[in-house]
Every structure is written in C-alpha cells, then in structure tokens.
C-alpha cells in the first residue's frame, strides 16, 4: 500500500520520474539517420544496422519488431518489399514497404545469421530459439544515439517509429491515407507520431470530406 498525501512522510517523497524529461521523444533527421547508419557500418555491426533500417521503414512498435520472423519478410530467398505484421497491441494487420536500404542490410545479416524459416529474425544471445528482449532493442536504440553525439535522454525507441512519417506532408489527405500504415482507424489517432497536432475543429472536418473524397475517387478509377 502506497503512502498517503496526508502522511508527513510523502513530503519528502520523490517523483520516480524527478530529473527526467517525460513527454514524446523526438524524431531522428536524415543527416542523423545517416550518421547511426555510418556508426553502424564503421564498427561492423550488422544486425544492428538491419534492425535499426527494419525499425525505420516498418513504423512498428518494439513489441512487435522484435518478434518478426524470417518468413514475416523473406519470399523465395529474397526480401519482400512490402510486408505484413500482425500488431500484439491492437490485434490488426499492419502493412509496411522496405526500401533497398533496409532490403541490403536484412539480406546481408541473413547471410550470416542462418537459421530455420521460421525462427526470429534478431535471435537471442542466450537463447537462439527466443527473440531480443525489448529492454535489449531500447538499450541499443540508447548506443546509437550516444554513438553520435546525440543525448539519449531525448530519443529512445518510439524516435525510430516517429521518424518515416515525420517527413510526410502536413495536408490533411495525405495524412489521413498515410494513416493505414500505423493500423489505426481513428483520424485523430497519430498526432504525436507525425509531429502535427490539430489546431482547431476545421482541420478535422476539411480532412473528413477529404477522406470521403480520396475514397470516391478509387471506386471510380
């Protein structure tokens, strides 16, 4: 049982997140993203480099990206451009397209890594039967970073999810047809993600009748 506000002892207390700074984490930039990616080659890390470029055109959670297996992105011994994953948090399939950086960096950790068709893409150290942990997926996202000169402090694992969608377009259409990449059906579900928040209510109706419009012009082509 937790201490009361009205014991002289949680005077004292501390916050648990004290010193800390809380709130979304920020997404990386193109020059930083190259920068991890030439950290990550100099030093051969190739499993890094495979998941962190697997992290960035995938958008997934952590839960989910550590969980993929080979046959999830590998079709007749080549890597799929698009892919399908089934999220843990929301129960629906989420479809995501890897560019040929993420293609060359996950073609190459699979020559070297081996293993069955269905085993995990980014096994274990202790246990190549199990997938990396999330802590371990967050505490190397933390060596990326600090690699080059970035604070940890301010980017974590939710930066790499952030950051693809980061440089989309700010008009409502785009927004709304970009939204079937992040599993959600709800138009105002991924304002943080995107780094847009919606300013007032004719934002949203000018997207709605956009949305409507997006969909009446595929029925008819």
Partial sequence: ?????????ARDRVSCNAGRKVGAK???KPRQIWAIRFFLDQHGRVQDRALFDL?????LRGCDLVKIRISDIVCDRKIRTRATVVQQKTGRPVQFELMDEACASLLKWLELRGGLFR??????RTDHAAHISTRQYGRLVDKWV?????PSED???HSLRRTRHRSS?????IFVRSRSYWGTQRLKARPDISGWM????SHCRRARKSEVAWRLADTRS
């Avoid at 085993?119 to 274990?124: C, L």
């Avoid at 919606?198 to 209510?201: A, Q, S, V």
């Fill in 1 to 9: 049982m937790g201490l009361s506000e009205f014991d002289p002892a």
């Fill in 26 to 28: 920020r997404a990386l």
């Fill in 55 to 59: 992290a960035i055109d995938s958008k």
């Fill in 119 to 124: 085993g995990f893409r980014f096994p274990s």
């Fill in 146 to 150: 600090t690699g080059i000169g970035l």
């Fill in 155 to 157: 980017y974590g694992t």
């Fill in 169 to 173: 377009s700010r008009r409502p259409e």
């Fill in 198 to 201: 919606w300013r007032t209510r």
